[in-house]
């Protein structure tokens, strides 16, 4: 087992270029010399960073370090590493940029130097090139996490891009997913994702992984560690054309390789999952990790529009999920609540009835033993949300059977809400109390439903499901 957890809950902290101004590195120097972590800020010139005594090199720290964060140029760099070295330090997080990426010659030298020095030690490196790590359960981070602004949960994610990272992060949080760590490799000369996935395999904290990835330096260990993983792991791959490959070795000096043969890789493994963009990759990591993983394929959708229901039903098929026979006790239950006008053919379309029909249409659904998963398509506009009170109170109600059904059926529910971005949060909002995905892709919920259903079966079965 990779042993990697001082970069996650380091119990001492040097920041090698720390800054008391308006620079690269302020952000979280200060962040960390106001946190927990006991953290010694390291300047050449500086003998206070913040109020912090400050040290001309980690060397002359008189406690051991476990963690060193470096945030210098990259000429100063494998002094800096020489340093690490010599202090016993157990990792280093190279945020600093300038090497293999750039293509230029004397960079690629810096790089095979810094290389081999961590290859010659017992020393481990993430990066360069990256924004390192986040730790939402601790508060830990070497990158700029706002985290009274995130949501702590069971969703990890693996990134090459530092940026990009962070990009997620704040997208997630706007969509109140909760995520438990966050990691940046960078240019990958020691820690990579590998390593990680091996690490978030055997993290209590981490229920589904997800992974952005340029390419891999070690295709036969990365194989190898996707056979292992008994938690869902969800990949978005980069580098898909000839343009895509090529603008990925520029960007973090990846090996991107043939896609396809990416692609064959991931259809070998149960539980490892392809997705095309990083909506798809979060909507239905948020759905893996809050719902039950669904008995069987057979999908009921209530809908208050009948074109999206018919929408959802090309999906459902294009999905290779199969449209819900509901019994007749169930289509008989829901007739006998609702209006002359309503229809109940493949979906139930309850339109503007649903203010005083969806509670009864739900718990029917919910009951019917021919449904495995349960669409709910919200299509109610703003107006009526600000201007009936009763309408928002049913809401509420909604969801809260919605999650109380759910649990008590072992199904799973997804609310795909169409409308505004106001309609969307405000759904959003309520939904969240009660554990229920609101997503604003129909494809999103029923590609979940699906790769749920195939992880289900390989649980049970040990094997892919067609």
Known sequence: MTDLEFFFNPKSIAIIGASDTLRFGYTTTKYLLNSQFKTYPIHLTKSEILGHKAYKNIKEIPDDIELAIILIGNENVPQAIKDCIDKGVKGVIIESAGFAETGLEKNIALQNEITKLIKDSNLRAIGPNCVGISNFHNEFTSSEVQFNRVFKGGISIIAQSGVLGNVFIDWGSSQKIGFSKAITLGNKID?????????????????????YLEGTKRGNEFKEILKKMNKPVLILKSGRTDIGSIAAKSHTSSIAGDDKIYDAVFKQHPGIFRVNNFYELFNIAQIFITQTLPKGKNVAIITGSGSLGILACDELKNQGLTLANLEKSTIQE?????????????????????????????????????????????????????????????????????????????????????????????????????????????????????????????????????
């Not at 055997?202 to 589904?208: M, R």
């Not at 021919?370 to 109600?397: H, Q, S, W, Y």
């Not at 199904?411 to 309520?430: A, M, N, Q, T």
């Open 191 to 211: 820690v990579d994702e590998v390593d990680m996935l091996e690490y978030l395999n055997n993290d209590p904290e981490t229920k589904v992984i997800t992974l």
């Open 334 to 466: 829901i007739r006998n609540i609702i209006p002359d006008w309503v229809s109940i053919g493949g979906t139930i379309d309850l339109g503007p009835s649903q203010m005083y029909t969806l509670i009864p249409s739900l718990k029917a659904v919910f009951h019917d033993k021919n449904v495995d998963c349960v669409l709910f398509i919200f299509t109610v506009p703003r107006g009526p949300l600000e201007e009936f009170e009763p309408l928002a109170a049913g809401i509420k109600t909604s969801f809260r059977l919605i999650k109380n059904l759910s649990q008590n059926t072992n199904k799973p529910c997804v609310c795909v809400c169409f409308g505004s971005r106001w309609v969307f949060e405000y759904i959003l909002d309520i939904a969240s109390k009660f554990n229920i995905p609101v997503v604003d892709r129909t494809k999103h919920a029923l590609k979940a439903f699906k790769m749920m259903h195939e992880y289900n079966q390989y649980l049970k079965f040990g094997k892919k499901w067609n």
